[in-house]
Every structure is written in structure tokens, then in C-alpha cells.
């Protein structure tokens, strides 16, 4: 099978990766930036690259839009007029606009598609075949769609080793809305209200702690990306902002009414909500996940010290979190493990390495502290 990818930043490059590696297909690319294009190639995120859109499609039995959400509609467009055959995806973050826009004679071929992966880092310089392994994969056919065409997109989100779901693109949006959309809205938010504030003449932003780094990890992502994502998807972000304010508004009412027993009911939700999450994404029982919180001394070699006891005893890093303190303090990790054995053991070891560690389960109530 022969791909064309148009667009070789992070997305579009990790995908030629990850289909020349892990597939029998033959990946001609193509991206309005020569030095991009140039770096995918030497990248070897492609076999040859095209030197215009139409010689990308020419022979091309599926194409893959990987531009910039505001340019998918527009490049959408111009593919189904090079070529007559191929089948049509996308790789956006926002569907039900793409889809709607998609010619009448064009519906049959377009299948809609998200990858629910990604990084901070972009370009193909940053492109790595593995971005999309265990991933969900959002397909968004509709009733106009070639089913022939659904299963070849289907078998070319499985060879990336992603998890192809279809779903309707009013759907998808929502999700996406909720879950990636919104908590960068919300990073922004909290990074530009902190920023703003002044407590008699000291800058909360000079004495922030890890909770504030960890919550605003996305914050000032791309603009060039995000503004497109935001006016694109407006109407479901929009519901999502909205829907935060009344919440905001509930817990405001609690803590002027001194409402316990609100409070302790809403956090309680909100650590079952966290743990079904990392649940899902480690494919295993909440009750089985343990968090490491180990000391990091500030020198070289620190972090990796830590990897490698941990490495070499067998005991899988399923997640992790770094904060820094301060020079002299060093900073503190956050590790999930999955068994309340791998953690103590890992507890041991971190202890042994002069580390001061403890772990206790991700759910309340799972296992003491050790």
C-alpha cells in the first residue's frame, strides 16, 4: 500500500515512522516547508519526498491530511481534486467542522480521523514511531462513507499500533472538548490569573509549588495550533467553560457556607474519577496502582539512577511526574507502579539509593502508607 502524508511535523512525521516500521507500506510525504520536508526525510520518516501536493497523491491509495487544523478543510479540498481514487484521512483534533466541509462527491472517500497522542515538542525533528502505540484512535465516518474505505483506514490506525474507535464527530468534538481542549483553557487560565496577581508587593509566580507546575504543564502550548483548536471546536469548549463556571459557582457557595460534607463528597468524586483514568490508560484495576513519591537530589545522573534500580529490579514505570524545589532541595518524583509488592520493593530501593521515599494507593482505602 502506498501513503502520501501531507503535513511532516511531529504527527504527520511520527506516523511515517511508525507505518514504514511496523507496516508493509511505502510513505511519500510532502509539507509546504522545505527545510520540515528535509528533515522528515533525513529523519527517515518517509521514502521519497514529492515536490508538490499532486505528485503525492498521484499514486497514492490512501492520503493523510497532518496540517494544521485551520489548513485540514482547504488541503481536504485540493486532494480530492489530485486524485480520484485514493481514500482521505485526517489526523485533526476537531472533527465535526472537517466533516461537515468535505464535498458532497467527496463523502464517500473521506474518512475523519484523531490520534489521541501527542507532545508539547513539534516538528519532525521530535517524530518517533511509538507516539501512537495503544493510543485511541478516533475514526469518524458518516453514513455517506465507503464502508470498503472505513476498513482500510481501520488496518492502517491498527499498523501504528493504535486502537481504531469509530464514533460520530459531534461526539468525538465533545469528548475532545472535555478532556483535552478544555484543561488547556484551564492551564491558561490559571497561569495568567497567577501571573496577574500581586500580595502586597510579592508575585505569587516567584513561589509556586508543584501542583501549580503540574497543572499548567500545557499552558502557552503553540498558539499557532491552539487558537485554530479553540475557534474551530468553539461551540463544544464553549459547554465545557460554561459547565465549569456553574461548578465553580458550587463549590464558591461551599466554602462561604463552610459546606463539609460537600466538600468531602466532591473530592472523594473527584479521586474515583482520577483513578478510573489511570486505570483505563495502565489497562488494570485502580486498587492495584501505588504511588511512589521519592526525594531527587539536584545533580546529574539523579533521575536516571532512580530509573535504572527500578529498571533492573523488574518494577515497570507506568507513569511519573517531576517537580523541582529549589538547588539546594533538589525536587520530589511522582511514580505509578502497578502491585502494592512492586511498590514496597521499589520503596526499598529508592530508600537504599539515600532516597527518601513512601507509597501509598492511588485509591483511598486500597493500602496503607509505607
Known amino acids: 500500500m502506498q501513503v502520501a502524508i501531507v503535513g511532516l511535523g511531529l504527527m504527520g512525521g511520527s506516523l511515517g515512522l511508525a507505518l514504514r516500521e511496523r507496516a508493509t507500506s511505502s510513505v ?63 489526523i485533526g483534533s476537531t472533527k465535526g467542522h472537517v466533516v461537515a466541509s468535505v464535498p458532497g462527491e467527496g463523502r464517500a472517500r473521506f474518512i475523519g480521523g484523531h490520534p489521541i497522542c501527542g507532545s508539547e515538542a513539534h516538528g519532525a525533528a521530535h517524530a518517533r514511531a511509538e507516539l501512537f502505540q495503544g493510543a485511541t484512535w478516533f475514526l469518524t465516518p458518516t453514513v455517506e462513507s465507503d464502508a470498503e474505505r472505513l476498513t482500510q483506514v481501520h488496518a492502517l490506525v491498527t499498523a501504528t499500533g493504535a486502537r481504531p474507535v469509530v464514533i460520530d464527530a459531534a461526539a468525538h468534538d465533545s469528548i475532545v472538548a472535555l478532556t483535552s481542549h478544555f484543561p488547556h483553557v484551564l492551564a491558561n487560565v490559571l497561569a495568567t490569573q497567577v501571573a496577574a496577581t500581586d500580595v502586597n508587593g510579592h508575585s505569587p509566580l516567584h513561589s509556586v509549588g508543584g501542583s501549580f507546575r503540574d497543572m499548567t504543564r500545557v499552558a502557552g502550548a503553540n498558539p499557532a495550533i491552539w487558537i485554530d483548536i479553540f475557534l474551530d471546536n468553539r461551540e463544544a469548549v464553549l459547554a465545557a467553560v460554561e459547565d465549569a463556571q456553574a461548578r465553580l459557582g458550587t463549590v464558591a457557595d461551599a466554602l462561604r457556607t463552610g459546606d463539609e460534607a460537600f466538600l468531602a463528597t466532591w473530592i472523594a468524586e473527584a479521586a474515583a474519577a482520577r483513578s478510573e483514568a489511570l ?39 507506568e507513569e511519573f511526574s517531576l517537580s523541582h524545589i529549589s538547588p539546594e ?42
Open 28 to 90: 511519500i510525504g510532502f509539507d509546504l516547508s522545505v527545510d520540515e520536508g528535509a528533515v522528515a526525510l533525513e529523519r527517515g520518516c518517509v521514502d521519497r519526498l514529492a515536490g508538490s501536493l499532486g505528485e503525492a497523491c498521484a499514486n497514492a491509495d490512501v492520503v493523510v491530511v497532518a496540517t494544521p487544523v485551520s489548513a485540514i478543510v482547504d488541503v481536504i479540498e485540493q486532494v480530492l481534486a489530485a486524485t480520484p481514487t485514493a481514500t482521505i484521512t485526517d
Open 279 to 317: 486505570a483505563q490508560a495502565h489497562r488494570t484495576a485502580p486498587s492495584d496502582l501505588h504511588e511512589l513519591l521519592a526525594s531527587v537530589p539536584d545533580r546529574p545522573g539523579a533521575l536516571s539512577s532512580i530509573a535504572q534500580a527500578l529498571s533492573a529490579a523488574g518494577i515497570n514505570i
Open 329 to 370: 532541595r533538589g525536587g520530589e518524583i511522582r511514580i505509578i507502579v502497578a502491585g502494592a509488592d512492586n511498590a514496597a520493593r521499589a520503596v526499598e530501593l529508592l530508600r537504599a539509593d539515600g532516597c527518601i521515599a513512601t507509597h501509598t494507593p492511588v485509591v483511598e482505602g486500597a493500602g496503607g502508607v509505607a
